[in-house]
């Protein structure tokens, strides 16, 4: 049973460039969250996925946009790089709570890590 | 917005020894879940606590949920080496709220 899997591991982009990285969630979950992890910070939330639609959004710029298909995977775009935008890029995957419940466990690849020259 | 905090941000720990880590919200949270990753690895679960007061233990980890479900601590007991990591608390506000990430406590262990 495969985990999470994102790719590409690693990459390095210049200024002004767009770019996406891609998720394909654990096995039978159906949820897909997106974290930011600057170098020695938390995770920041940009947003979630369910349904093929986002259903929340942290305070990220437009500039941060994402896409799930109907099999569950997703894609997260970035245009306009940034320096600042040099970080670890997380994807979770999860089960969708029933309604009125609390998240459950998340499940995180092993990240993307994109290098902003 | 909400908002996580950590203290301490980083703990030397000399092997053997019990740490405590503190995580506070400025909301009350609905539930809160802690995380681990070691160094050039992936946050990976290790627990959720929903209800007030709630203590929770693995092994040699204990877990605490605050009455006011405004904080929680991570208690480890006699750590080993195996514990170096960084230690995440992230709070949900309500049911269905977005998962917020605290800073995290950055744990190394002197042998």
């Known amino acids: 049973d495969a985990g999470v899997t994102q790719s590409p591991t690693h990459l390095i982009k210049t200024r002004g460039q767009q770019v996406t990285l891609r998720c394909s969630p654990k096995?039978?979950?159906?949820?897909v969250s997106w974290y930011q992890q600057a170098l020695g910070q938390g995770p920041q939330f940009i947003f979630q996925?369910?349904?093929?639609?986002?259903?929340q959004r942290g305070n990220f710029p437009d500039r941060f946009s994402g896409h799930q298909f109907p099999n569950y995977s997703s894609e997260l775009n970035v245009n306009a790089l940034l320096l600042g935008d040099s970080a670890l890029y997380l994807c979770?995957?999860?089960?969708?709570?029933?309604?009125?419940?609390?998240?459950?466990?998340?499940?995180f690849g092993e990240g993307s890590r994109l290098t902003v020259l | 917005g909400q908002q996580v905090m950590q203290i301490p941000q980083y703990q030397h720990v000399q092997e053997g020894e019990d740490f405590t880590t503190y995580c506070n919200s400025s909301?009350?949270?609905?539930?809160i879940q802690w995380y681990k990753q070691r160094p050039g690895g992936h946050p990976v679960f290790l627990i959720q606590?929903?209800?007030?007061?709630e203590v929770k233990k693995q092994k040699r980890l204990t877990f605490q949920f605050g009455e006011a479900k405004k904080n929680s601590s991570l208690h480890i007991t006699a750590t080993q080496t195996t514990d170096v990591g960084t230690y995440f608390c992230?709070?949900?506000?309500?049911?269905?709220?977005?998962?917020?990430f605290g800073g995290g406590t950055r744990v190394l262990v002197k042998p």
């Open positions: 979770a995957s999860s089960l969708a709570p029933p309604s009125g419940g609390n998240t459950g466990e998340l499940f």
């Open positions: 096995s039978g979950h159906d949820t």
């Open positions: 996925y369910y349904e093929e639609e986002e259903r």
């Open positions: 909301t009350t949270l609905s539930n």
């Open positions: 606590l929903v209800k007030s007061g």
């Open positions: 992230a709070g949900q506000r309500a049911a269905g709220n977005k998962l917020t």
